[in-house]
C-alpha cells in the first residue's frame, strides 16, 4: 500500500517538474537564509557577555557624513561630555574613540597600530570588566601611558624579536 503512495507522489512530482523544482529549490533557499539569520544573530549575539551589567550597558555609534559616510563607535569629547551631564538617567560615561592609527614609542622602537588603537578615559574599565594582566585603570589618566591587550602585547614581542635578528 505505502509503495502505490511513492509511486503515485514521484508520478506527481515528475508530470509537474518545474513546478517541483521550483518548490523544492525555494524550500532550500528558505532554510538557508533562515540558518544564516540565526548563525548571525548568535554571533552578534555573543559579544562581550562576561561583563556585570551588560544589559544596562550601551554604546554610542556616530555616522559621520563628508564624500562617503564614515561609521565609528565612541564619538568626540564633546559628545561625551554633554550625555553626562545633560542627560539624567545615565549613571556612567567613559570617553571612546575607536579605530585610530597611532604610532606608538616602546623604549627606542615605533610601532604602527594601523588602526586597531582606541582612545578611551580611565574609566571605560570601571564600567567594563576587562581582565587585567598589569597595572591599574587609573594609571591611564597620566601622560604617556597605554593599556595593551595580549594579541598587541604578542604583536610587540614577535616586532622585537623580528628587529633583534
Not at 44 to 67: A, E, G, N, W, Y
Not at 131 to 157: H, R, S, Y
Request: with cysteine.
Amino acid at each position: 500500500m505505502i509503495q502505490l503512495y511513492f509511486k503515485s507522489a514521484l508520478r506527481q512530482l515528475f508530470k509537474h517538474g518545474y513546478y517541483t523544482m521550483l518548490t523544492i529549490c525555494g524550500l532550500g533557499l528558505a532554510m538557508a537564509c533562515s540558518l544564516f539569520i540565526y548563525i548571525y544573530n548568535s554571533f552578534q549575539l555573543s559579544f562581550d557577555q562576561f561583563h556585570v551589567d551588560k544589559d544596562r550597558t550601551f554604546l554610542v555609534v556616530q555616522d559621520l557624513k563628508l564624500d562617503k559616510i564614515e561609521h565609528s563607535k565612541g564619538g568626540a569629547y564633546a559628545m561625551y561630555d554633554a550625555i553626562s551631564r545633560e542627560i539624567p538617567q545615565v549613571e556612567k560615561t567613559a570617553l571612546y574613540i575607536d579605530n585610530k592609527n597611532l604610532t606608538l614609542r616602546i623604549e627606542d622602537q615605533l610601532y604602527q597600530t594601523a588602526g586597531k588603537a582606541s582612545f578611551t578615559s580611565s574609566s571605560y574599565f570601571n564600567i567594563l570588566n576587562f581582565p587585567w594582566i598589569q597595572g591599574k585603570p587609573e594609571e591611564l589618566d597620566q601622560p604617556n601611558t597605554v593599556a595593551l591587550t595580549k594579541i598587541f602585547q604578542k604583536f610587540i614581542l614577535k616586532m622585537k624579536t623580528l628587529l633583534e635578528k
